[in-house]
Structure formats: structure tokens, C-alpha cells
């Protein structure tokens, strides 16, 4: 069984500013990892994905990711942030080659302020 | 309509009613998800049903009862619920290819209230 571990429940950032939210999985098999993203009122939509190959992963809106299988980790990050990026981030993790069952974090709630 | 589309968006009802939600998927897909999104919880996966067949039922109370009638359209049957099952239920559909990865798509979702 897989677990995803979202430590920020919610991040406070300045427009333009970096911003970096981590998630942290656990699994004893291979794995595939992604990050959506969840506006008010809206489902979810993916970001980004890694499922093999480079570990550092491009999604839309100027997202990013990086897979370090050493540290378990996945943390999404974006160099300038907007306030249209405000939402709740979820960090997913699936069985590499095992379907679609899907696993997901807490969730991090970014909140862009001018 | 295009993606997956929900109705109703939003829903209030006494814990004696009896409602559904609907979920379509215009995309031709052919497995669809019911999932719970409780606040500060990792959303659930309560059903899964591939080829109108349901292939997973994560130990969900028999207070609610999913239908497929087409690879389509997924319904989300409602009775005799409790406070706690006010919730976001959202629906997801992919095209599943054995032994590959396939995006989930999501719909914008049901906010559900039990009073």
C-alpha cells in the first residue's frame, strides 16, 4: 500500500515570490507520482505527472516537480507565483503499472497575497 | 457539454431522504470513479466501475449504492445518510488500458449537506 504525506496544510506567499510545496510518499513497490490542482468551486485537474525518465518533471501554469526516490519526496515548486495560482494542491501517488487507483495526500492550500 | 459534468452542484437533504447525484463523461471513456472529499482528508475512492462493471468497492456503507447503466453516465444513489457524509463527492473517468497509466478526469464536483 502507498501513502502520501503533505506536511503544509497551507502556505502563504507574495505575488511573484517562489514557492515550493512538499509531498513525501511511502511505498515498497515502484511508483508513479502527480500533482493537481483544485480552484474554488472546480474538480480536480492534472498538473503534472512523472511516471519514468527525467526526474525533473514540467506541468502547465509554469509548475514544476521533482522525483527523488532517495528522500521519497516529490515537491512541486514555481519560480514566480500569481494570484491566480491560489488553490489547493494535491499530491497523488499509484502503483507504477498497477491501473488507476489513485492515493492522495492531505492537500496544501496556497494562498497568493499582493 | 464537454470533460465530466455533475448535477446537482449542490445538495442539502435530511438524513431520512432519498437522492441521487449524476455524473456524465463526454470524453469515451470506459471506467469511471465515484470520490468522497471530506475537509482536511485525503480525498477517498469509494467505487470503481471499468467497462460498466464495478471493479472496486472500498468498504463504503450500503447507505450508498452506485450505478453504471452505460459507460456514460455513473449515479451515486443516497439514503438514510448521516451528518457525516456531507462532503464533496466528485466523479472521475479514464480510458483504462491494462497495465498502463491512464489521467484521470474530474468533475467539478457535488457539495453534499445532511442535516
Known amino acids: 500500500a502507498q501513502s502520501v504525506t503533505q506536511l503544509d496544510s497551507q502556505v502563504p506567499v507574495f505575488e511573484e515570490a517562489p514557492v515550493e510545496l512538499r509531498c513525501n510518499y511511502s511505498s515498497s513497490v515502484s511508483v508513479y507520482l502527480f500533482w493537481y490542482v483544485q480552484y474554488p468551486n472546480q474538480g480536480l485537474q492534472l498538473l503534472l505527472k512523472y511516471l519514468s525518465g527525467s526526474t525533473l518533471v514540467k506541468g502547465i501554469n509554469g509548475f514544476e516537480a521533482e522525483f527523488n526516490k532517495s528522500q521519497t519526496s516529490f515537491h512541486l515548486r514555481k519560480p514566480s507565483v500569481h494570484i491566480s495560482d491560489t488553490a489547493e494542491y494535491f499530491c497523488?501517488?499509484?502503483?507504477?503499472?498497477?491501473?488507476?487507483?489513485?492515493?492522495f495526500g492531505t492537500g496544501t492550500q496556497l494562498k497568493v497575497e499582493l | 457539454e464537454t470533460g465530466v459534468t455533475q448535477t446537482p452542484r449542490h445538495l442539502v437533504m435530511g438524513m431520512t431522504n432519498k437522492k441521487s447525484l449524476k455524473c456524465e463523461q463526454h470524453l469515451g471513456h470506459n471506467a469511471m470513479y465515484w470520490y468522497k472529499q471530506s475537509a482536511k482528508k485525503p480525498l477517498e475512492l469509494m467505487f470503481v466501475?471499468?467497462?460498466?462493471?464495478?471493479?472496486e468497492n472500498n468498504s463504503v456503507p450500503s447507505r450508498f449504492s452506485p450505478e453504471c447503466p452505460n459507460s456514460s453516465h455513473l449515479f451515486l444513489h443516497l439514503h438514510t445518510l448521516q451528518p457525516e457524509d456531507s462532503a464533496l463527492y466528485l466523479c472521475?473517468?479514464?480510458?483504462?488500458?491494462?497495465?498502463?497509466?491512464?489521467?484521470?478526469?474530474f468533475g467539478p464536483g457535488t457539495r453534499l449537506t445532511v442535516l
Open positions: 497523488a501517488v499509484s502503483e507504477a503499472g498497477g491501473g488507476n487507483k489513485l492515493t
Open positions: 472521475a473517468s479514464a480510458a483504462e488500458l491494462a497495465g498502463h497509466y491512464n489521467e484521470q478526469f
Open positions: 466501475y471499468s467497462l460498466e462493471e464495478r471493479v
